[in-house]
């Protein structure tokens, strides 16, 4: 790389720090109150190589790549809007950003008018450029010419050959929307994150997340909300435009003008998309004196006009490269809110739920232990106002923690205790689908949803990616699937789902509810169920399904998979590839509606000759590092001989702490527990 391109600017490093099981790199440098830099699509850090030089004399400047950019990692997600905001929130939050600026580019200015919206702890004031300031009711609406482009480069099958294969988005784009050539040097700069068609999904995502005809419905939400945060909100904002710009342009900058309301507008001078190609300096004298005259913030008493990075922890190597020389505190006015209590979801099975607040208590700690850092303590119930709350300590949960935790399984809603004032905590859950798609299929024998959810997220807490809880489509295999119960509760958080059952009769019955389903729902889909044929004989039946929430993610082929065999338990791996699931969630038939049958014994009360002849095979079809979970009744197999079985398979059995804290009576015939281990 030439000196022209060198990076990063001096005076700044390089630094990295651990995000939801992958990372996200930055570079920072400078003293004074924190700017935090967001680059946008198909761009990184690098973009702002040459407006950061004019603000490290006064401000501590950090500019991130956004996550599968840059150097950042590529961690296996969607790269959906949803996606990038969960990963940027969760860097603000592990780097203690608290009170700061954002100045967003493209993406990044959409980005950080989400942030600001959410979390207004995080962002004190705000400066965009060039970022999608509303949606789109048409193509045409984009431009001549920007329409019919990103109209194209939308079609299914044009974009992957274009974006993916050929790169050109980077190739072209890119240095099309800058008046000024880049340099050999500087455009491989660019180049270099997207080496390969894989690395290059992040630019393909973003391009089919521009929210045109109400299509990403997400994201078409957001940038509306947006409108309201950048025109009206009641922190400092400015708006930097260039001449004639281009998603930004004179139409924007009027109305922006005529509806802004203390809306700060700068023009830099002529450029078109990439400004900070352009414009550099005088991007950078613009931000520098926007920046001095807030040194006697306008809300007064607000903490959210304390600019400051809060203590972290020097210990960390990549907190050494952020705080190198500069000593900081924490703002005195931001209060730490640490006691927290939540109702539990009402149950219509009377029996579980006398026992749901002792088993989300458990729940509880394995989140605690999992995600949270191990902060939460003091779990217990409590009444207030003469009802029965759970009560936790916890420091302050950020709004990363308060969506992992929005996924309890008995969790109703959430509050944070203040004195007698109890404010509520937004809850955000993973679902994608009505409640209709766990609670609808009735069936004797049928297991209560509320502990099938609670035995998914413990099995998926206890394995190596629950860091990645909010952002991995896991893949979920049931061997004992009956009638889909854990199968529907993994497709509603957005899984991929896979299931055996030796019945042939249940599979018959789940294959004609889910394609009933996918039809009254609307949703985009193929589905089929039809015989399996191994030398001309049928061996099994097989259902599969692909379909979307949105219709945008399944024309882009960003699709949940449903694919079920009637067959016995331990053929499993005939259908399925080893090590293919992250998690296996099963319920042992408990000998009283259900026996165990296994392939040598025939039908047994007892489901521990099942578990140790099917044990071998489950555990086969784990990657390393995913986790098996399983409930069965204690009346007709012990806890020790149960976990003997999944050790004996190569396992390693998760058994202290709040795994011991699962027990409950589901009726006189039935005391059931759970057992969870890790494959290594």
Known sequence: MTEQAAWPPPGMSFGEAPVLGSRMAFVAGGSGDTVLFLHGNPTSSFLWRRVLPGLTGSARCVAVDLIGMGRSGKPDIGYRFADHAAYLEAFADQLGL????VVGHDWGAVLGLDLLRRRPDVVGQIAVCEGHLHPFDRWEDMGPGAGELFSRLRTPGVGEQLVLQENFFVEQVLPGGMNRPLTAAEHDAYRDPFATPRDRLPVLRWIQQIPVGGHPADVDAAVRRNQDALLRG?????????????????AEVDWCRRDGAGLEIVSVG????????DQPEAISRALAAWLGGRGDCRLAGDPRCRRTLPDMAPDIPWNRAVLAGRPLQSPASIRLVSRYAFLVLPSFNRVYADASATLVRAELEVFSAAVLGGRVSEAGGTDIGGVRYVTFEAGELTGQDARLLSNLSSLYALFAVEGDVLRPVPVHRLDRYGEDLVTILKYQGKTNEQFTKLLLNV???SSAFAPEMLTRRFAVLDPLCGRGTTLNQALMYGFDAYGCDTSRRDVEAYAVFIQRWLKDKRLKHQA?????????QVVARRLTASFAAAKEDYKAGDVQRLDVVDADTTRLLEFFRPGSADLVVTDLPYG????SQTAGRGRARSPLDLLAEAAPVWARALRPGGALGVSWNTFVAGREEAAQALTAAGLHVLSDGPYLNFRHRVDQAIMRDILVARKP
Do not use: N
């Open 459 to 461: 099995t998926l807490l």
């Open 528 to 536: 089929g169920f039809a015989p399996v044929r191994r030398e001309r």
């Open 592 to 595: 009283v509606q259900h026996a």
């Open 234 to 250: 009641p922190v400092p904002r400015l708006l930097l435009h260039g001449v004639p710009g281009s998603v930004v342009g004179a």
């Open 270 to 277: 002529a450029g078109t998309h990439f400004l900070p190609e």
């Open 98 to 101: 608290r009170g700061i600026t």
